[in-house]
Protein backbone atom coordinates (compact mmCIF):
# COMPACT_ATOMS: atom_id res chain seq x y z
CA UNK A 1 0.00 0.00 0.00
CA UNK A 2 1.37 3.61 -0.53
CA UNK A 3 2.22 5.68 2.43
CA UNK A 4 -0.79 7.94 3.53
CA UNK A 5 -0.83 10.77 5.89
CA UNK A 6 -3.81 12.58 7.58
CA UNK A 7 -4.68 15.92 6.02
CA UNK A 8 -3.72 18.24 8.15
CA UNK A 9 -5.72 20.55 9.97
CA UNK A 10 -6.44 24.06 8.52
CA UNK A 11 -4.28 25.75 11.56
CA UNK A 12 -0.77 23.51 10.76
CA UNK A 13 1.67 25.55 8.81
CA UNK A 14 1.61 22.14 6.52
CA UNK A 15 -1.85 23.14 5.56
CA UNK A 16 -1.11 26.55 4.41
CA UNK A 17 1.96 24.91 2.57
CA UNK A 18 -0.44 22.78 0.49
CA UNK A 19 -3.13 25.34 -0.05
CA UNK A 20 -0.42 27.70 -1.35
CA UNK A 21 0.84 25.37 -4.44
CA UNK A 22 -3.13 25.27 -5.21
CA UNK A 23 -2.95 28.40 -5.62
CA UNK A 24 0.11 28.03 -7.44
CA UNK A 25 -0.92 25.51 -9.86
CA UNK A 26 -4.10 27.34 -11.10
CA UNK A 27 -1.29 30.42 -11.60
CA UNK A 28 1.24 28.48 -13.66
CA UNK A 29 -1.78 26.77 -15.54
CA UNK A 30 -3.44 29.68 -16.73
CA UNK A 31 0.27 30.64 -17.77
CA UNK A 32 -0.34 28.09 -20.33
CA UNK A 33 -4.04 27.93 -20.89
CA UNK A 34 -5.20 31.93 -20.39
CA UNK A 35 -9.19 30.98 -21.07
CA UNK A 36 -8.81 28.09 -18.42
CA UNK A 37 -11.93 27.73 -16.07
CA UNK A 38 -10.88 27.36 -12.34
CA UNK A 39 -12.76 25.02 -10.80
CA UNK A 40 -11.86 24.02 -6.65
CA UNK A 41 -8.29 23.35 -5.44
CA UNK A 42 -8.59 21.80 -1.61
CA UNK A 43 -5.68 20.59 0.49
CA UNK A 44 -5.69 16.77 0.33
CA UNK A 45 -3.60 14.01 2.14
CA UNK A 46 -0.11 14.25 1.21
CA UNK A 47 -0.74 17.22 -0.78
CA UNK A 48 -3.30 19.49 -3.19
CA UNK A 49 -5.27 19.01 -6.30
CA UNK A 50 -6.86 21.60 -8.83
CA UNK A 51 -9.84 21.25 -11.42
CA UNK A 52 -9.61 22.80 -14.73
CA UNK A 53 -11.94 22.89 -17.41
CA UNK A 54 -9.26 23.57 -20.60
CA UNK A 55 -9.34 23.94 -24.40
CA UNK A 56 -7.57 20.08 -24.97
CA UNK A 57 -6.37 17.55 -23.04
CA UNK A 58 -3.26 17.34 -20.59
CA UNK A 59 -0.25 15.84 -21.31
CA UNK A 60 2.73 14.68 -18.96
CA UNK A 61 4.82 17.46 -20.97
CA UNK A 62 2.17 19.62 -20.10
CA UNK A 63 2.64 18.49 -16.41
CA UNK A 64 6.64 18.97 -16.22
CA UNK A 65 6.11 22.96 -17.73
CA UNK A 66 3.37 23.65 -15.07
CA UNK A 67 6.08 22.11 -12.11
CA UNK A 68 8.58 24.39 -13.81
CA UNK A 69 6.15 26.99 -13.69
CA UNK A 70 5.52 26.06 -10.26
CA UNK A 71 9.05 26.36 -9.18
CA UNK A 72 9.33 29.80 -11.14
CA UNK A 73 6.75 31.21 -9.05
CA UNK A 74 8.20 30.13 -5.83
CA UNK A 75 11.68 32.08 -6.45
CA UNK A 76 9.70 34.71 -6.99
CA UNK A 77 8.51 34.93 -3.68
CA UNK A 78 5.38 36.34 -4.21
CA UNK A 79 3.12 37.30 -0.96
CA UNK A 80 -0.44 35.97 -0.28
CA UNK A 81 -2.93 38.76 0.48
CA UNK A 82 -6.31 38.51 1.66
CA UNK A 83 -9.13 40.76 0.17
CA UNK A 84 -12.92 40.62 1.55
CA UNK A 85 -15.56 41.12 -0.58
CA UNK A 86 -19.25 41.77 -0.70
CA UNK A 87 -21.15 39.16 -2.51
CA UNK A 88 -22.03 41.39 -5.17
CA UNK A 89 -18.30 42.85 -5.73
CA UNK A 90 -17.08 39.54 -5.44
CA UNK A 91 -19.20 38.59 -8.70
CA UNK A 92 -18.45 42.00 -10.49
CA UNK A 93 -14.91 41.21 -10.31
CA UNK A 94 -15.78 37.27 -11.36
CA UNK A 95 -17.61 38.33 -14.27
CA UNK A 96 -15.57 39.98 -16.87
CA UNK A 97 -12.79 37.04 -15.97
CA UNK A 98 -15.61 34.97 -17.46
CA UNK A 99 -14.76 32.33 -14.39
CA UNK A 100 -18.25 30.73 -14.21
CA UNK A 101 -17.17 27.95 -11.98
CA UNK A 102 -16.34 30.60 -9.36
CA UNK A 103 -19.34 32.79 -9.84
CA UNK A 104 -21.50 29.65 -8.80
CA UNK A 105 -19.28 29.05 -6.16
CA UNK A 106 -19.88 32.74 -4.88
CA UNK A 107 -23.77 32.27 -5.07
CA UNK A 108 -23.46 28.89 -3.11
CA UNK A 109 -21.83 31.17 -0.39
CA UNK A 110 -24.83 33.69 -0.40
CA UNK A 111 -27.56 30.83 -0.35
CA UNK A 112 -25.72 29.51 2.52
CA UNK A 113 -26.22 33.32 3.98
CA UNK A 114 -22.61 34.52 4.05
CA UNK A 115 -22.88 38.47 2.97
CA UNK A 116 -18.60 38.40 1.89
CA UNK A 117 -15.99 35.95 0.61
CA UNK A 118 -12.76 36.39 0.57
CA UNK A 119 -9.99 36.19 -2.51
CA UNK A 120 -5.97 35.79 -2.05
CA UNK A 121 -3.82 37.66 -4.43
CA UNK A 122 -0.39 36.73 -5.38
CA UNK A 123 1.74 39.85 -5.41
CA UNK A 124 4.94 40.09 -6.45
CA UNK A 125 8.39 42.00 -5.40
CA UNK A 126 7.00 44.70 -7.38
CA UNK A 127 3.78 44.89 -5.46
CA UNK A 128 2.29 43.53 -9.06
CA UNK A 129 -1.15 41.01 -8.53
CA UNK A 130 -0.04 37.82 -10.66
CA UNK A 131 -2.93 36.05 -9.35
CA UNK A 132 -6.16 36.54 -7.49
CA UNK A 133 -8.40 33.34 -6.46
CA UNK A 134 -11.46 33.18 -4.51
CA UNK A 135 -10.46 31.17 -0.80
CA UNK A 136 -11.05 31.25 2.36
CA UNK A 137 -7.37 30.82 3.42
CA UNK A 138 -5.18 29.96 4.85
CA UNK A 139 -1.50 30.22 3.13
CA UNK A 140 2.02 31.14 3.94
CA UNK A 141 3.13 33.92 4.27
CA UNK A 142 4.53 34.22 0.88
CA UNK A 143 5.01 31.29 -2.26
CA UNK A 144 9.21 31.10 -0.99
CA UNK A 145 7.71 29.33 1.84
CA UNK A 146 5.83 26.29 0.72
CA UNK A 147 8.32 23.28 1.30
CA UNK A 148 9.30 20.89 -1.57
CA UNK A 149 6.22 19.86 -3.63
CA UNK A 150 5.71 17.60 -7.27
CA UNK A 151 2.89 17.50 -9.48
CA UNK A 152 2.37 13.87 -9.68
CA UNK A 153 -1.36 12.80 -12.00
CA UNK A 154 -3.34 13.82 -14.14
CA UNK A 155 -7.37 12.43 -13.95
CA UNK A 156 -10.66 13.42 -14.60
CA UNK A 157 -13.31 15.13 -12.89
CA UNK A 158 -16.62 16.30 -12.43
CA UNK A 159 -17.51 19.63 -11.44
CA UNK A 160 -18.85 19.65 -7.96
CA UNK A 161 -18.44 15.97 -8.38
CA UNK A 162 -21.59 15.31 -10.40
CA UNK A 163 -21.46 13.47 -13.75
CA UNK A 164 -24.54 15.77 -14.60
CA UNK A 165 -22.05 18.92 -14.42
CA UNK A 166 -19.02 19.64 -16.84
CA UNK A 167 -16.14 17.65 -17.10
CA UNK A 168 -12.82 18.65 -16.16
CA UNK A 169 -8.87 17.85 -15.62
CA UNK A 170 -7.99 17.12 -12.55
CA UNK A 171 -4.24 17.70 -11.39
CA UNK A 172 -2.72 16.10 -7.92
CA UNK A 173 0.52 17.11 -6.58
CA UNK A 174 2.15 16.16 -3.01
CA UNK A 175 3.84 18.54 -0.54
CA UNK A 176 5.85 18.68 2.19
CA UNK A 177 7.92 20.69 4.14
CA UNK A 178 11.26 19.42 3.58
CA UNK A 179 13.05 17.65 0.17
CA UNK A 180 13.64 14.94 2.24
CA UNK A 181 10.52 14.36 3.51
CA UNK A 182 8.98 14.46 -0.49
CA UNK A 183 11.69 12.20 -1.48
CA UNK A 184 10.98 9.61 0.96
CA UNK A 185 7.45 9.86 0.31
CA UNK A 186 8.67 9.55 -3.44
CA UNK A 187 10.48 6.82 -2.96
CA UNK A 188 7.65 4.99 -0.80
CA UNK A 189 5.12 5.23 -3.49
CA UNK A 190 7.52 4.04 -6.86
CA UNK A 191 7.79 1.07 -4.01
CA UNK A 192 3.89 0.70 -3.60
CA UNK A 193 4.21 0.47 -7.41
CA UNK A 194 6.44 -2.60 -7.81
CA UNK A 195 4.13 -4.49 -5.30
CA UNK A 196 0.37 -3.43 -7.20
CA UNK A 197 -1.91 -6.24 -6.62
CA UNK A 198 -2.79 -6.07 -10.23
CA UNK A 199 0.83 -6.05 -11.74
CA UNK A 200 1.48 -9.14 -8.70
CA UNK A 201 -1.44 -10.88 -10.41
CA UNK A 202 -0.74 -11.15 -13.52
CA UNK A 203 3.43 -12.04 -12.73
CA UNK A 204 2.83 -14.39 -10.40
CA UNK A 205 -0.73 -16.14 -12.72
CA UNK A 206 -3.24 -15.31 -9.57
CA UNK A 207 -6.50 -14.21 -11.25
CA UNK A 208 -7.52 -12.35 -14.43
CA UNK A 209 -10.30 -10.12 -15.28
CA UNK A 210 -12.11 -9.82 -18.09
CA UNK A 211 -14.35 -6.65 -19.68
CA UNK A 212 -17.15 -9.12 -19.78
CA UNK A 213 -17.58 -9.67 -16.26
CA UNK A 214 -16.19 -6.69 -15.28
CA UNK A 215 -13.89 -4.00 -13.77
CA UNK A 216 -12.61 -4.80 -10.09
CA UNK A 217 -14.13 -8.64 -10.41
CA UNK A 218 -11.35 -10.58 -10.37
CA UNK A 219 -11.40 -14.17 -11.61
CA UNK A 220 -8.80 -16.52 -9.61
CA UNK A 221 -6.42 -18.63 -11.27
CA UNK A 222 -5.55 -22.21 -9.60
CA UNK A 223 -2.51 -20.63 -7.81
CA UNK A 224 -4.90 -17.67 -6.80
CA UNK A 225 -7.55 -20.39 -6.01
CA UNK A 226 -5.23 -21.84 -3.69
CA UNK A 227 -3.77 -18.88 -2.16
CA UNK A 228 -7.29 -17.57 -1.30
CA UNK A 229 -8.41 -21.29 0.03
CA UNK A 230 -5.42 -20.84 2.26
CA UNK A 231 -5.54 -17.42 3.69
CA UNK A 232 -9.68 -18.20 4.70
CA UNK A 233 -8.59 -21.42 6.49
CA UNK A 234 -6.06 -19.28 8.42
CA UNK A 235 -8.73 -16.68 9.12
CA UNK A 236 -10.91 -19.14 10.22
CA UNK A 237 -8.70 -20.98 12.51
CA UNK A 238 -7.94 -17.93 14.18
CA UNK A 239 -11.92 -17.24 14.09
CA UNK A 240 -12.69 -20.74 15.72
CA UNK A 241 -9.65 -20.31 18.66
CA UNK A 242 -11.64 -16.89 19.25
CA UNK A 243 -14.78 -19.00 20.02
CA UNK A 244 -16.85 -18.41 16.86
CA UNK A 245 -19.05 -20.61 15.23
CA UNK A 246 -19.48 -20.74 11.10
CA UNK A 247 -22.46 -20.75 9.52
CA UNK A 248 -23.54 -19.91 5.82
CA UNK A 249 -26.01 -17.59 4.66
CA UNK A 250 -27.46 -17.19 0.93
CA UNK A 251 -26.40 -14.27 -1.03
CA UNK A 252 -29.65 -12.62 -1.40
CA UNK A 253 -33.08 -12.06 0.66
CA UNK A 254 -36.08 -10.05 0.64
CA UNK A 255 -36.36 -6.63 0.34
CA UNK A 256 -38.29 -6.60 3.68
CA UNK A 257 -34.66 -7.58 5.64
CA UNK A 258 -32.78 -4.87 4.63
CA UNK A 259 -35.78 -2.37 5.15
CA UNK A 260 -36.18 -4.02 8.95
CA UNK A 261 -32.63 -3.21 9.28
CA UNK A 262 -32.68 0.62 8.28
CA UNK A 263 -30.16 -0.55 4.93
CA UNK A 264 -32.61 -0.42 2.12
CA UNK A 265 -32.78 3.59 0.71
CA UNK A 266 -30.49 4.92 2.99
CA UNK A 267 -27.10 2.59 2.30
CA UNK A 268 -25.59 3.64 -1.03
CA UNK A 269 -23.67 -0.37 -1.53
CA UNK A 270 -27.00 -1.75 -1.95
CA UNK A 271 -27.93 -2.72 -5.29
CA UNK A 272 -30.93 -2.53 -6.83
CA UNK A 273 -34.39 -4.26 -6.08
CA UNK A 274 -34.54 -7.29 -8.19
CA UNK A 275 -38.90 -8.16 -8.60
CA UNK A 276 -39.23 -12.21 -8.90
CA UNK A 277 -42.55 -12.85 -11.12
CA UNK A 278 -43.64 -15.81 -9.35
CA UNK A 279 -44.90 -15.15 -5.53
CA UNK A 280 -44.54 -11.13 -6.33
CA UNK A 281 -41.28 -11.31 -4.11
CA UNK A 282 -38.75 -8.47 -3.86
CA UNK A 283 -35.38 -9.68 -3.50
CA UNK A 284 -32.20 -7.72 -2.68
CA UNK A 285 -28.24 -8.72 -3.04
CA UNK A 286 -26.77 -8.86 0.17
CA UNK A 287 -24.29 -5.89 1.41
CA UNK A 288 -23.50 -7.35 4.60
CA UNK A 289 -24.02 -10.12 6.63
CA UNK A 290 -25.32 -8.79 9.92
CA UNK A 291 -29.17 -8.98 8.83
CA UNK A 292 -28.97 -12.62 7.88
CA UNK A 293 -27.03 -13.53 11.09
CA UNK A 294 -29.82 -11.65 13.26
CA UNK A 295 -32.37 -13.70 11.87
CA UNK A 296 -30.26 -17.02 12.62
CA UNK A 297 -30.15 -15.68 16.27
CA UNK A 298 -33.84 -15.48 16.79
CA UNK A 299 -34.97 -18.88 15.08
CA UNK A 300 -34.46 -20.36 18.86
CA UNK A 301 -34.18 -19.15 21.97
CA UNK A 302 -31.44 -18.67 24.04
CA UNK A 303 -29.71 -18.43 27.42
CA UNK A 304 -27.82 -15.74 28.55
CA UNK A 305 -25.42 -18.62 29.74
CA UNK A 306 -24.71 -18.87 25.65
CA UNK A 307 -23.39 -15.43 25.47
CA UNK A 308 -21.48 -13.99 23.96
CA UNK A 309 -22.72 -16.01 20.93
CA UNK A 310 -20.66 -15.57 17.96
CA UNK A 311 -20.99 -16.22 14.46
CA UNK A 312 -18.86 -16.17 11.95
CA UNK A 313 -18.49 -16.08 7.83
CA UNK A 314 -15.68 -16.07 5.34
CA UNK A 315 -18.12 -14.64 2.45
CA UNK A 316 -18.22 -12.24 -0.37
CA UNK A 317 -20.42 -9.16 0.30
Known amino acids: ?33 PDAKLGVGPVIDN ?4 DFQLSRTL ?9 KRMEHIGKQNQTFVRQE ?45 KFVDLCRGNHTETTGKVGAFQLTTIASAYWKGDSA ?4 QRIYGVCFATQEELKDYLMKIEEAKKRDHKLLGKQLSLFTFSPL ?24 SEKEKRGYSFVCIPHIAKDALYVTSGHLGKYDAMMPV ?16 CPHHFEMFKAEPHSYRELPLRFAENTTV
Not at 120 to 128: I, T, W
Open 1 to 33: MPPRSQKPEATDPLYGMRHSCAHMLAQAVLQVF
Open 47 to 50: GFYY
Open 59 to 67: TPEDIKDIQ
Open 85 to 129: KTIEEAKEFLKPKEQLFKIELVNDFAEQGSTTVSFYENVDQKGEV
Open 165 to 168: NPSM
Open 213 to 236: VGAGLPLFLPKGARLKRTLEEFIT
Open 274 to 289: MEVEEGGDKLVMKAMN
